[in-house]
């Protein structure tokens, strides 16, 4: 699941997940767990990915009175800071590194986060 981020702090926000494949199930629990730490969001924007909008994001947003706002259909560059934070994600870290397990990638993330959040 991309991160999420703070558009006001420009912090990145929660655990950078590296798994196969993470569902509206797993993204609702992560987003639990952000409203617990810094509580909830006027409103998130997101593109149309299978993980933001299944029958468990719609009901974590509906649950929660988080307005939700999707990009349209074909405007990747319409986030453009996320864009740009997930092309440079891309081009610091997934283009030069190999991982040689899900928990490696995950120790790789986690180093990337604390960089990106501090440096």
Do not use: C
Not at 50 to 58: C, G, H, K, N, R
Not at 70 to 93: M, N
Request: aromatic content about 12%; hydrophobic content about 35%; proline content about 5%.
């Amino acid at each position: 699941m991309p991160p999420f981020r703070d558009t006001a702090s420009q912090y990145s926000l929660g655990q950078w997940l590296a798994d196969t494949s993470i569902s509206g199930v797993r993204g609702a629990r992560e987003l639990d767990t952000l409203v617990r730490v810094y509580g909830k969001p006027a409103y998130i924007v997101s593109d149309n990915g299978t993980e933001f909008t299944s029958q468990a994001i719609l009901k974590w947003a509906g649950d929660n009175d988080v307005d939700w706002h999707y990009i349209d259909p074909g405007k990747p560059q319409q986030p453009a800071f996320i864009e740009s934070f997930t092309g440079s994600l891309r081009d610091v870290l997934l283009n030069e590194e190999l991982f040689d397990t899900l928990e490696d990638a995950g120790r790789k993330l986690a180093l990337r986060r604390y960089d990106y959040d501090n440096i």
